[in-house]
């Protein structure tokens, strides 16, 4: 399952999806019913448990399922993880139930390390309730037979509600990934890396062997889509560092279209990513084009705007008589205050 989350001590940014059933309910949790139910994290007698919520999505025929839970042996107060899921991933609960006028639930959400045993309400769509996490021994002894360390609780809880799954494990086993450790596992399901992502990484010929880079990339926003649309740009078998870089300063395949648009051709993402970095824009290119510079270099475009040659600077340099200056010349009369 392609897993969706935000946890509020990690701010990490990994957005992710989940293909879902057809089925949508819209829901606006009432703050009242927040409060039904205590914060609680580790219970007395093992096991995490907290509070469950779900909504709508209304991009997508999904649900979403919000948990919030205590970590006291952490030192955290409150955390929250958020997932998509279908309607028939909670065991127990009918469409019928939650669109009832009134009535109390008992649903499970089966996964691979374990169970979350969910009870609460549901009237009119609207719903939320209490969860309690049950560990699964066989998952736990399957992780030492392919030899990871013993799970704490925390870590089953933690792919419990990441969706970490054995056939995940095994596919990156067969992709020839370094054996990971379980904390390295554990980040890459709370970070959003699934088992859907890697094999499409593959499919479009890469195959990293770091499961750190794996979680790295998910977590700066390259997505199989953003590689896609990189090699319909023409930049096919881009490194997968420098998709993280092209990803993370803003060069977007929008941007370097408007860039070749403008006569530059078919840059290299290094030097996209200098223009971008350095606020050349493909609105800055045309000013300056108005102004007669239709020849400007890269190297000259990031100098002039690293100087602060603007169009009203150009315009300012004209009005007082001075024409047909060279890129150099305008820098230089910027530097020296001209327009002051």
Known sequence: MHAERSTARTGSRAAAAHRAGAFVIVLHLAAAALGCFPLVGASAQGGYEGQWTIEGRRDKPA?????????????????????????????????????????????????????????????????????????????ASELRGRGYDEPTERQMFQMAMSGMTLAFLDELKAQGYAQATLGQIVRMGTHGVTIEYVRELKALGYTLQSVDQLTRMVDHGVSIEFIRELNAAGYKDTPAEMLVRTRDHGVTPEFIKEVEAEGYGRLPLEKLVRMRDHGVTPDYIKEVKAHGYTDVTVEQLVRMRDHGVTSEFINKVKSRGFTNLSVEELVKLRDRGFDK
């Open 63 to 139: 649900l979403y399922l919000t948990l919030t839970y205590g970590d006291e042996g952490r030192g955290y107060g409150k955390n929250t993880m958020g997932f998509n899921l279908a309607p028939e991933h909670l065991q127990g609960l009918s469409q019928a139930q939650m669109m009832s006028a009134g009535s109390q639930v008992r649903f499970q959400i089966v996964r691979d390390a374990g169970v979350l045993n969910c009870e609460g309400w549901f009237k009119d769509g609207r719903g939320s309730g209490h969860f309690t996490f049950a560990a699964n021994p066989s998952f």
